[in-house]
């Protein structure tokens, strides 16, 4: 049974900062691909940021425009942990945050979600 857990989501002010991580635990092959997803309150879920193995580049990244130059994501293969650094945290970033892996052989996998609140 593989396990997905978020931490590190809470209540900030605006201008402050956040750093969510994405555990991955149980009988597993390793993490492929990591992403993090948001849902706002009334609204779809939308993609954050993702970190992608390229065998030949090393791991590449991408971002949802609205976080571009505020958040990063990275992870540490070791640990099976994903990260997101969130700063210059907005009241529009206020959202659940999910944290989506590609395992390998296993696909993909889902976790809870975290609140994030940034108080204006």
């Known amino acids: 049974q593989v396990q997905v857990a978020e931490s590190g989501g809470g209540l900030v002010q605006s201008g402050g900062s956040l750093r969510l991580s994405c555990v991955v635990s149980?009988?597993?092959?390793?993490?492929?691909?990591g992403a993090w997803y948001r849902q706002p309150p009334g609204k779809q879920r939308e993609l954050v940021a993702e970190?992608?193995?390229?065998?030949?580049?090393?791991?590449?990244?991408n971002y949802a425009d609205s976080v571009k130059g505020r958040f990063t994501i990275s992870r540490d293969n070791a640990k099976n942990t994903v990260f997101l650094e969130m700063n210059s945290l907005k009241p529009e970033d206020t959202a659940v945050y999910y944290c989506?892996?590609?395992?390998?052989?296993?696909?993909?996998?889902w976790g809870q979600g975290t609140q994030v609140t940034v108080s204006s």
């Open positions: 989506r892996v590609m395992l390998v052989i296993l696909g993909e996998r």
């Open positions: 149980g009988r597993m092959f390793g993490v492929n691909d």
């Open positions: 970190i992608t193995r390229d065998r030949t580049k090393g791991d590449q990244t």
